[in-house]
């Protein structure tokens, strides 16, 4: 599994409720360390990998602003929606005309669900409880389809596959979007999995200076990858 290849032990930290500010002052207080002890009980330390599975404010605005184009009319799903950040982003930042979350996890769903209630998101937004390989005609008829790191650090290699020829066989709207994090190419690499880009995807070039602000995190916008289906 990919959070085993990784060299570093890493921590999961949600991108849209704590960012790097944040975390900074959770370190300067004593309540987080970037480190870890490599031998225990010494004095030696090494950096700690960051990993979330949610996009930051940020880039939700990245996405909705600069990325996707009008999403008027159109049907968005995301795979893996977590917290439900891609669902009211779009719900704010677009006028798409249905937003669905595909999340396995049913804590995930109650908590979305509450803040869909609450924000009277309801008009336009759904959350499913199901695993993404039984909603075929859900991908199917999607406009765009957003995947964040959905599969690599839950799912072995052959699950990983079997959900990767899945979404291979269903995504196949002419004209739709992929957005993806981090790329195709990435994901599908070291998977025993034969799925053909250049007769299905055409990668869209995007914009990354976009933002006036010196202290964005580049490195995060340059992971997200938007694909045209063929």
């Not at 982003?89 to 804590?107: C, K, R, T």
């Amino acid at each position: 599994m990919e959070i085993q290849s990784r060299p570093e032990p890493t921590i999961h930290v949600d991108a849209f409720l704590y960012d790097e500010d944040f975390i900074d002052s959770l370190c300067e207080e004593g309540k987080m360390s970037r480190n870890y002890c490599t031998v225990c009980g010494s004095h030696q330390t090494a950096p700690l990998g960051f990993i979330s599975h949610s996009f930051s404010l940020m880039e939700l605005k990245f996405i909705y602003h600069h990325v996707l184009p009008d999403l008027s009319g159109k049907v968005l799903v995301d795979v893996g929606s977590r917290l439900g950040t891609v669902l009211y982003g779009g719900y704010l930042y677009s006028s798409a005309l249905q937003l669905y979350g595909v999340e396995l996890n049913g804590d995930f769903c109650q908590l979305q669900e509450m803040i869909i209630k609450k924000y009277q998101f309801t008009d336009r937004v759904k959350v499913l409880h199901a695993d993404i390989c039984t909603q075929g005609s859900l991908l199917q008829n999607a406009d765009v389809v957003i995947m964040n790191n959905v599969f690599e650090y839950f799912l072995d290699e052959a699950e990983q596959a079997r959900a990767w020829e899945y979404i291979s066989h269903n995504i196949r709207k002419q004209g739709s979007l992929l957005l993806t994090v981090p790329s195709l190419e990435e994901s599908l690499s070291g998977l025993q999995i034969n799925i053909q880009l250049s007769p299905w995807v055409e990668e869209v070039p995007l914009n990354y200076d976009v933002f006036p602000e010196k202290d964005i995190d580049r490195e995060a916008l340059e992971q997200i990858h938007l694909y045209k289906i063929l």
